[in-house]
């Protein structure tokens, strides 16, 4: 009896110190992201690109503090009406100092403003930080994102790390600050070279097991709000 209480005990302990360990593994990244749902007219969507690029391939645009992706919204539900996203990832709280200030009065930040004000509409803007993520998957071209409600962190963060680990670290996992939609407090990512391999690699996810074992080990602590795919356009002051 006393054996098996001991056995019991350490098996405890060892339960604890993995959560400790992933807790402090997720929250050693200490960049930050600013994500915006934006509505661009039909008309106007080769000129928001452009104006983008002229203001990005700037002197201006590559002093920014930041490496910006604009994609396309491919699949998306009732939950995210915009056509593109926007994103803004800085590596420290540091690079958001002067986030309001808008683009800068060159000539390029000028037409870039002009551009937005008359085709673009903004539906949200997210604040959030990377707590599993490298950054040189910004560089795939199709990413999808699931938006979740996540109620027992210790239990999904085992969970997601157990899974993680088995797939050799290809999923993203980011939480919500500010701005996200009602009950959304992380989202999950996988990114792939385009829509074929993403497909291909969620067929090596269901064939492992290691999707139905996430699911299984995570059950309870997080719900599916929903998710989107989206086509990257454009990246920028990527290193």
């Known amino acids: 009896m006393e054996l098996i209480k001991l056995k019991t005990m350490k098996k405890i302990i060892l339960l604890l110190s993995i959560s400790i360990l992933s807790f402090t593994q997720l929250n050693a990244q200490k960049s930050y992201w600013a994500c915006m749902g934006v509505t661009v007219d039909n008309w106007g969507q080769q000129q928001f690109v452009e104006a983008m690029d002229n203001f990005m391939n700037s002197e201006a645009g590559k002093s920014m503090p930041y490496t910006v992706t604009l994609s396309e919204i491919s699949f998306t539900n ?20 002067n986030w309001t200030s808008g683009p800068p009065p060159t000539i390029e930040g000028l037409a870039l403003f002009v551009t937005i004000d008359k085709y673009v509409e903004f539906d949200q803007i997210i604040l959030g930080s990377p707590l599993v993520f490298n950054p040189e998957n910004l560089a795939n071209n199709f990413s999808v994102v699931w938006a979740m409600n996540v109620s027992d962190p210790a239990k999904f963060v085992n969970a997601f790390s157990e899974f993680n ?9 980011h939480e919500a600050i500010i701005g996200a939609q009602k009950g959304v407090t992380h989202y999950l990512v996988a990114r792939q070279t385009n829509l074929a391999e993403w497909l291909k690699g969620r067929e090596g996810v269901l064939n492992s097991g290691a999707g ?28």
């Open 165 to 173: 680990q088995n797939l050799n670290g290809g999923f993203e996992l």
């Open 78 to 97: 009732g939950d995210f009406d915009s056509t593109h996203q926007l994103c803004f990832i800085g590596q420290s709280a540091d690079a958001f100092a």
């Open 212 to 239: 139905a074992q996430f699911q299984s080990s995570s059950q309870g602590a997080v719900d599916i709000m929903f998710n989107v795919g989206l086509n990257l356009i454009k990246s920028y002051n990527q290193d």
